[in-house]
């Protein structure tokens, strides 16, 4: 069974910063690229920025130059770090992990991010 355990949502104000931690097997994370997908009240589930096991990024344009991506190898963690936060932000922040060699693509739980004053 694989799990992927996300951790780091919460509130935060306009301008504000919030940091999203994904951490899942290392067979998994060694392999697979990461990503982070969100969901916000009654929207489909949107690409918010992956990352690659050779460190290759790709970001949604809404979050470009505000969002960054980043994958630690040695612990098997992946981050989203999420600067100058609008409210158009808050939705439901899910971990992903997709074999791009096989068709396993595996989700988080999600957690809340919301931005408000």
């Known amino acids: 069974q694989v799990q992927l355990v996300e951790s780091g949502g919460g509130l935060a104000q306009p301008g504000g910063s919030l940091r999203l931690a994904c951490t899942t097997s290392e067979s998994i994370f060694r392999v697979y690229t990461m990503g982070w997908f969100r969901q916000a009240p009654g929207q489909q589930r949107t690409l918010v920025a992956t990352?690659?096991?050779?460190?290759?990024?790709n970001y949604a344009p809404s979050v470009r130059g505000r969002f960054t991506i980043i994958r630690d190898n040695v612990k098997s963690v992946m981050y989203l770090q999420m600067n100058n936060l609008k409210a158009e932000d808050t939705a439901v922040y899910y971990c992903?992990?997709?074999?791009?060699?096989?068709?396993?693509?595996?989700w988080g739980q999600g957690t809340q991010v919301t931005v408000s004053s």
């Open positions: 992903n992990a997709e074999n791009e060699w096989g068709p396993e693509n595996y």
């Open positions: 990352i690659s096991n050779t460190m290759r990024t």
